[in-house]
């Protein structure tokens, strides 16, 4: 004989915001982090503020996140205002890429 399963849109969305499954969000985004502080140039001999960019990533976790608002995620950020500028370059910095990179891992 066959199981039988009735979906219940509530216990999916309980389930999306549950503690367990907001614990796994935040470990991925952990290991995102670590990677991102691993990968993360620290700047030259001139640079002003050398390890900055290193030491300013974070994560944050919400238990209604997502563009629905409605499931756990994490999120991995650098607070450096030039952030952006690391990641995707300007006309005379190559982009390095460190938070795509360190995604790309997958954070298993």
């Known amino acids: 004989m066959a199981a039988r399963f009735k979906m219940s849109r509530k216990g999916v969305g309980e389930l999306l915001r549950s503690p367990m499954v907001q614990a796994e969000m935040v470990r991925r985004a952990e290991v995102i982090k670590s990677t991102a502080v691993a990968l993360s140039p620290t700047g030259g001999s001139g ?7 290193r030491a300013s990533w974070t994560v944050e976790s919400k238990t209604r996140g997502g563009r ?5 995620t994490a999120t ?7 952030a952006r500028w690391v990641e995707y370059g300007t006309e005379k ?8 990179r360190s995604a790309q891992t997958g954070g298993g």
């Open 47 to 53: 640079d002003p503020h050398p390890g900055q960019y």
């Open 68 to 72: 629905r608002r409605d499931r756990a």
């Open 76 to 82: 991995v950020r650098n607070s450096t205002y030039y």
């Open 93 to 100: 910095v190559p982009a390095h890429h460190v938070l795509l």
